[in-house]
């Protein structure tokens, strides 16, 4: 296997780590944005947000790796991407910036306090609607001819991409509600105890859907589940995806079993993330743009490789220190130490 088959190959798996650790990361910030109404006072809100404050914005580094590498190591669909995706990539955008500002201006704030609140919500919200709507234009397909997007502006506008939309938002509600249950104790923890079980019904629930609708797209990642015998080595993803939730279900709502949830919850999401990208290989751009059709000269690959050599250990070093010096419970003045 030479390099010019090989590094796109490596980079693929580069760019899909990097989606995958901000999903896992910054969706339960995203999650306590979206279950910020349902705190009962500013108190539990200002709670809530302790238990990411000292560590949401290294979040988005993960989402600057996938973009960056994506640039760099697949222009070709990163010219399609961005242009066909244009408009829910910026509301993510500007989305993002808005939950950001809010964030930091909430803590500061005196009478605007409820004000900073909601526009933290609404941040959290739009960030993870734009995102699944993302997410769902990219699985639905993206027509091209001679590798230009041809939908125009409002081609990733479907029921599909709404539906998948929606179901992010829940999700991340999901991943919200179990890292209070881990970060938490008393009236805030049993409130995310008593949202997170109907919240994992209601996430297999649209999985279920999902899952129903991909027979009737034009994208083929369904296709190969039933290609060539693949269903027999693939069905062990969707089986374990579904017991996983079975015991995350059982483990919501069991006093004591703080990190459980959580980490049950992780699992869902990677085993989530493993379907699509079986779905999806060797797709880049489905249905017609491959690793390799949209890669960059192995040359340049292997040039920004050399970076992401030296960066990746520090961003997992630092996240590691990160997480772990901001271990344990939170009080309402912040972290117990």
Known sequence: MDLQTALPVVWFGVIGFGVLMYVLLDGFVLGLGILAP?????????QMMNTAAPIWDGNETWLVLGGAGLLAAFPKAYAVVLSGLYLPVLLMVIALVFRGVAFEFRFKAQRSKPAWGAAFALGSMLTAFAQGVILGALVEGMPLREGKYVAGA??????????????LMFGYALLGST??????EGRLQQIARTLARPLVLVVVAFMGLVSAWLPFLDSRIMARW??????????????LALLNAFALWRAACREGRDMAPFLLTLSFFFLGFVGLVLGLWPYIVPPGLTIWEAASPAVSQGFVLVGVVVLLPA??????????????KVADAGYRH
């Open 154 to 167: 409002f081609g990733w506008f479907s029921p599909f991409s709404m539906l998948t939309g929606v179901a």
């Open 226 to 239: 039933f290609e060539g015998g693949n269903f027999w080595w693939l069905a062990p993803v969707p089986l």
């Open 179 to 184: 890292w209070l249950i881990l970060k938490t």
């Open 315 to 328: 961003i997992l070093g630092y996240t590691y220190w990160s997480y772990r010096v901001f271990r344990g």
């Open 38 to 46: 349902f705190s009962e006072n500013e108190r539990q809100l200002d």
